[in-house]
């Protein structure tokens, strides 16, 4: 069965700080992982997906397949990084709906 | 075309009665997924879509549940009998599959709310 864990509900940075959310997944088979973010009052958006191997808003996450994670890192957190961070894996194959994590809250103090 | 659509965006009902949420997603998407997310937990999936036809549905969906998408655009999700467990935030999103990319993204509507009183 396939099982996405964010074990932060919560995580406070200082503004220039690091930044590092935590995924580990569970899946038979081989997924595709992403992150989605939700800012305050916006809808749940893609963030970026192992897949694409790219940098976003200065965010990155490799794919470990050998500890199965797929953290979500960032050198320098900004103010407007404060969110609702979720992990999500899909299958390749059929429906592909998202499986998420429980999410993790960013808070970047200024 | 402003992204997936979702209407009301709350709706608050007495415990026992029926109601029923639309979702409209972004043009030319030929796949919907409608998600539940509770307090505290990431989305779950619930049901999809391939244009009109729905192909899958999680043992979440209770036969209290029923989706529609008859014409392949516009999907909605009726609850009868509602019951306060079923307060929640019901997102849809679609995405264009297969004719472009494997990997192409899904796009979230804002949400319906329900609360059940």
């Known amino acids: 069965a396939q099982r996405v864990t964010q074990p932060e509900k919560l995580l406070s940075v200082f503004k220039g700080a690091p930044v590092e959310l935590k995924c580990n997944y569970s899946y038979s088979g081989s997924p595709e992982l992403f992150w989605y973010v939700q800012y305050s009052r916006q809808r749940l958006q893609l963030l970026l997906r192992h897949i694409s191997r790219e940098s976003i808003k200065g965010f990155t996450a490799d794919l470990n397949k050998g500890e199965t994670s797929f953290h979500l890192k960032k050198p320098f957190a900004q103010e407007e990084d404060s969110a609702m961070y979720y992990c999500?894996?899909?299958?390749?194959?059929?429906?592909?709906?998202?499986?998420f994590g429980t999410g993790t809250r960013l808070t970047v103090i200024p | 075309d402003t992204g997936v659509s979702q209407d009301p965006r709350h709706k608050i009902t007495k415990r026992g009665q029926n109601v029923t949420f639309r979702c409209d997603p972004i043009?030319?998407?030929?796949?919907l997924y409608w998600y539940r997310q509770t307090l505290g937990q990431g989305p779950e999936f619930l049901t999809y879509?391939?244009?009109?036809?729905?192909?899958?549905k999680s043992r979440l969906l209770s036969d209290r549940f029923s989706a529609e998408r008859p014409k392949g655009s516009f999907s909605t999700l009726e609850i009868q009998r509602t019951e306060q467990g079923d307060s929640a935030m019901y997102l849809c999103a679609s995405r264009d599959w297969g004719r472009t990319s494997s990997y192409n993204e899904q796009f979230f509507g804002p949400g319906t709310r329900l609360t059940v009183l």
């Open positions: 999500a894996l899909s299958g390749l194959t059929g429906a592909n709906n998202l499986f």
């Open positions: 043009s030319e998407h030929n796949r």
């Open positions: 879509f391939q244009n009109e036809a729905q192909l899958e």
